[in-house]
Structures are given as C-alpha cells and as structure tokens.
C-alpha cells in the first residue's frame, strides 16, 4: 500500500457563463486519499458472463445491446483497475445499488416494501410495456440481476442502496469527495439514490470520469454517443466536475 495521503486529481467544469461565451475550465483537486471515495454506480449483470442473458423481448439495464456490450467493456477495462489502484492507495471503494437487487442481498438493509408492490395500471402499464416489454419487473432479466462480479465489493468495502445510508457512511468516515463511475451518465448516475444529484445536496464534491460510464444509448445514437454526452454535460454544469480514467491512474500513482 502506498504511504501517499493526498492525490492531485486533474479535471474539468463546463462553464455557463457568460452565456455569449461558455465553455470549459480545467482545475486540479488536491484531494485528501482517505477523504475521497471511488464510487461505483449501478454495475448490473445483465448480459455479463456472470448474469443473465440479454432478453430481447426486453429493455432494461442499458436498453440495447451495444451500449449493454460497452457497459461490462467499462467495468473490465476501467472500472475494476481504478477500483484495484484506489484499494492500493487506501482510498475508499463504495458501492451504489438499486433495492431492486435486494433480494440478492439480504443483509444489506432494504426499505421496499416487497407486501405492497406498485402495479401500475390503464396507461401508465400500457407506456411502461411498451417501453421496457410486459411486466419487466417480474419477467425481464432485472428480476435475477446481481452486481456484475468484476466490480463487486472486496473485504468490507461497503454497499448500500439509498442516499441516506451511503451519506451515513462517508460523514462517519470523513469523506468529502466522491469519484463516479458507473452507470447509466443520463439516468442513475445524475438522479438515482446515491446518484450526483444526491449526493450534491448533501454537501459533497462530485466528479464524475467520463469514460467510466456510458449512457442508455439507442443503436441509432451509440457511435455519437449522444445519451452518454448529454448525462456528461449536465455532470460537469450543473452538479460537479468530471476527469478521465487516465487522470484518475496519474494520480493515484504518483500521489
């Protein structure tokens, strides 16, 4: 384990102002290491080796099967390295879930209410069918999906599913910086439980590396990765920072 007790971290904000004129501004963090978290978000099995099979009759997780492909691509190639250079360094893992999964995870403390599940019914069912395929909360992949085992938690590495307990455990630990990475960059990661949108309002700084996530992107947008871009941009506007898994490795190894 390394004796560095601070990183500098590298990253960037998009600028609004002035309007005539925005546009990006670079800084660098020097970040305390046992004050900053490596946050993974949502990091589903579905159509990993370890998971259960793409579904076509079925949209969930990452929609189609290119941006699902990408996704266990990220967690190989970014997501586990930087999460095995944090845990070299003695910076915080932690791991973000859905209660989806909860009956996967039984000892991991669950608020939903499984006596009294929402049905949804008239035409929000017949949006939500026609979205994600007939009762895809029962029948679809994500009623058997686990966190993919590549970026699964190691030791006591925590993993949590709401907001209130993932703050719980960062203010008793001291943690003010959270790096994201995960998915997906225009849904979970902004707004979900834990998510930047969150965790901002609780006072944290939130960086978000950008090619450790991907969006919901349709066939049509996958190559311009336009959902992806679009969840980047209201990252790095509107609740934090973003860097790159390439500043992230700089800096942990040369911290």
């Known amino acids: 384990m390394s004796d560095a007790t601070t990183i500098d971290l590298n990253a960037r904000y998009y600028r609004a102002l002035p309007i005539d004129n925005p546009g990006y501004e670079s800084v660098t963090f020097e970040l305390p290491v046992r004050r900053t978290a490596l946050i993974g978000m949502h990091c589903w099995n579905i159509g990993c080796p370890d998971g259960p099979p ?87 992949p994500l009623a058997k999906m686990r966190r993919a085992a590549i970026v699964s938690p190691v030791g006591d590495e925590p993993m949590v599913f709401y907001t209130d307990t993932l703050d719980a455990y960062l203010k008793a630990n001291d943690i003010d910086t959270l790096v994201y990475t995960g998915f997906a960059a225009d849904m979970c990661v902004l707004g979900s439980e834990g998510g930047g949108q969150a965790m901002l309002s609780r006072g944290y700084r939130c960086i978000l590396m950008r090619d450790g996530t991907v969006g919901v992107e349709r066939p049509d947008t996958f190559d311009e990765r336009l959902a992806t871009r679009y969840g980047i941009h209201i990252f790095e506007w509107k609740i934090g920072y973003s860097t790159t898994f390439n500043a992230f490795m700089d800096a942990v190894n040369s911290g």
């Open 54 to 140: 793409l579904n076509m009759d079925y949209c969930v997780d990452l929609g189609w099967p290119e941006a699902t492909a990408e996704g266990y691509r990220i967690m190989c190639e970014v997501m586990r390295p930087a999460m095995d250079a944090a845990r070299a360094i003695g910076l915080p893992v932690v791991h973000v879930e859905a209660d989806w999964m909860d009956e996967q995870y039984p000892h991991i403390p669950s608020r939903r209410d499984r006596s009294n599940v929402w049905k949804p019914t008239g035409r929000q069912k017949e949006m939500l069918d026609r979205a994600h395929g007939p009762d895809y909360m029962k029948h679809s």
